[in-house]
């Protein structure tokens, strides 16, 4: 190695230093409380070292941005969910993947983009949109596999594979947040959990019955099929088959009230219906259960 290669791999060296330093640091203690001296000392460098390389913190910040997103493409190319056959396989497989990565101290495992997009968004454009690159760009791996799936499932939703790609993100930085909040992982991972259980809601591999227990409201054979018609048609749109025994032309009416009147039950949907009114459904008419097949 000549003079001149030893000391542009020394300067590369250096730099490298910096911005991990830069990863730690910021994540540890936010983008504004972070000194250039904090990251000096983290790196174990000069401040005349980091101004040879930084004209300034927010320089540093923009280029750590970039540098956690080359270390985030080659961390996530390589994973093992990327060998799975299935794209729904390697979605949910992601999803495990990042709970893995709840490991070791808060600064290990949050985001760098995450943390400091939450203080900059406003003061440094040029910040948040790296910010945006790092979060939108690691979402963009996801597109494929969801429309992959989406395609060999015959799905045809109202959402869109990237509007379900950063729902996920949304929820893992919230999850971060979280984390942060009680300072510990637990709560991110119990997040993880709930959209992993999402993720397999939305592609049909749980089966859901009783329809009450999803609405946590008793469903009656008094109230028609009309009542919850766009509850209805959203299962069908993802690929349910809905039975039920009601008989709309059966005469809907309940039991004496206490006032020894007789009321009409409207079809107006069960949400509609008032605390009071589904006490007296739920004593006086006997709750009948939807079955919702898998296709």
């Known amino acids: 190695m000549t ?45 005349g070292s980091f101004f040879h390389h930084f004209d300034c913190k927010e320089a540093l910040a923009l280029d750590a941005a970039d540098y956690w997103i080359e270390g985030s493409e080659a961390l996530f190319a390589s994973a093992p969910y990327r060998y799975h056959a299935d794209p729904l396989d390697r979605l949910l497989a992601y999803v495990d993947f990042r709970k893995a990565l709840l490991s070791g101290e808060l600064p290990d495992f949050t985001c760098l983009a995450g943390t400091m997009v939450q203080e900059v968004y406003d003061t440094h454009p040029a910040l948040r949109e790296a910010c945006n690159r790092c979060i939108t760009g690691h979402a963009g791996i996801l597109v494929p596999d969801i429309e992959e799936a989406v395609r060999q499932r015959g799905m045809h939703p109202e959402w869109t594979a990237e509007s379900l790609a950063l729902y996920t993100q949304a929820t893992i930085q919230g999850a971060f947040i979280l984390a942060k909040a009680t300072h510990g992982a637990e709560v991110a991972a119990q997040c993880i959990d709930h959209l992993r259980r999402y993720l397999e809601l939305l592609f049909n591999l749980r089966t859901v019955t009783p329809l009450g227990a999803i609405l946590h409201i008793p469903y009656c054979r008094y109230v028609v099929n009309a009542a919850l018609l766009d509850f209805r048609n959203l299962l069908v749109s993802h690929g349910y088959t809905v039975f039920d025994a009601i008989d709309t032309g059966e005469q809907r009416r309940l039991g004496p009230t206490r006032s020894g009147r007789r009321q009409e039950l409207d079809l107006d949907p069960l949400c509609r219906i008032g605390a009071q009114r589904m006490r007296r459904v739920e004593r006086r008419i006997q709750h009948e259960t939807i079955i919702l097949i898998k296709p």
């Open 3 to 47: 003079p001149t290669e030893t000391k542009l791999e020394s300067k590369h060296e250096s730099k490298t230093r910096f911005l991990n330093a830069a990863l730690h640091v910021i994540r540890a203690k936010g983008y504004s409380a972070t000194r250039i001296e904090d990251i000096c000392e983290a790196a174990g460098l000069t401040k």
